[in-house]
């Protein structure tokens, strides 16, 4: 039903509760930090409940993700470290992905996603930090991928979408950046696929996040919450960029798998 009702303060309350849980007693606080509505607001909620959290970037020299990331970072006024990636490591941990992944045969994408998740558990473990928040989840639960623009007008599409991406997101995403965290001692934690989070936010109409005020950059529900929480404009109206690309390590693996 699109004309639902959405209960923002307790889509709210659930999310924050699951930071606030998160973050208790696990040592120093990290944020996989890119600028974006994902990490942003799993920023603005962690500074309240770790003020000394500290939000890290890695990518390429130049890249958008760091050149964002620094910006918002001195709105925000939280600590922020960064890690350009050469290309010798981006290589490296090309490869270091296959092994930790346990991958039988080269799987670029997931390689590509390890070489970013690897640098940020490096740097991570660097500023020992204990626990690493992500914004896992969030495109699943809130339909942001490019995917769900097929799905537009079309509810049960959409429904049906949104379910095989959030049903998948375990098993494609978290069990990679778990892997990656473990490789560098690192605790990596995903408020919204908290399971209370995940049943809150599935109660609300898919198409709901492809209508209303940020329905053309997708993921409406979490933008609309983002401003009622009084995150930065700039990071809620930030349309969705894969880590990938929003890194810069994509161009440099992409050439890789064309050599091999």
């Not at 933008?223 to 930030?238: A, D, F, N, P, Q």
Request: aromatic content about 6%; proline content about 2%.
């Amino acid at each position: 039903m699109p004309g639902k009702k959405i209960n923002y303060a307790k889509l709210q309350n659930t999310l924050e509760e699951a930071v606030r849980t998160q973050t208790s007693n696990q040592g120093k606080i990290g944020v996989a930090f890119s600028g974006g509505v994902d990490s942003g607001i799993i920023a603005h909620i962690v500074k309240k409940f770790a003020p000394e959290a500290v939000l890290l970037t890695v990518g390429v020299n130049g890249s958008a993700d760091l050149v964002r990331a620094e910006k918002i970072a001195k709105k925000m006024k939280m600590k922020w470290v960064k890690k350009i990636i050469t290309e010798k490591e981006i290589h490296e941990k090309y490869q270091q992905a296959k092994k930790i992944l346990r991958l039988k045969k080269t799987d670029h994408l997931q390689q590509t996603l390890g070489v970013v998740n690897l640098c940020i558990a490096e740097l991570a473990q660097k500023n020992n930090i204990n626990t690493l928040f992500v914004g896992s989840g969030a495109d699943e639960l809130f339909c942001g991928y490019a995917a769900f623009e097929k799905t537009r007008g079309n509810e049960k599409e959409c429904v049906k979408l949104r379910e095989e991406k959030v049903k998948n997101v375990f098993m494609h995403d978290v069990k990679r950046e778990i892997a990656c965290g473990k490789a560098y001692g690192i605790q990596v934690t995903a408020p919204f696929l908290d399971k209370k989070m995940m049943d809150e936010a599935m109660k609300i109409p898919a198409l709901a996040n492809l209508e209303g005020k940020y329905g053309k950059i997708r993921k409406n529900v979490l933008r609309t919450l983002g401003t009622k929480m009084h995150v930065l404009k700039e990071v809620i109206s930030e349309p969705k960029k894969a880590m990938q690309y929003g890194s810069g390590v994509s161009k440099e693996t992409r050439k890789k798998a064309q050599e091999n």
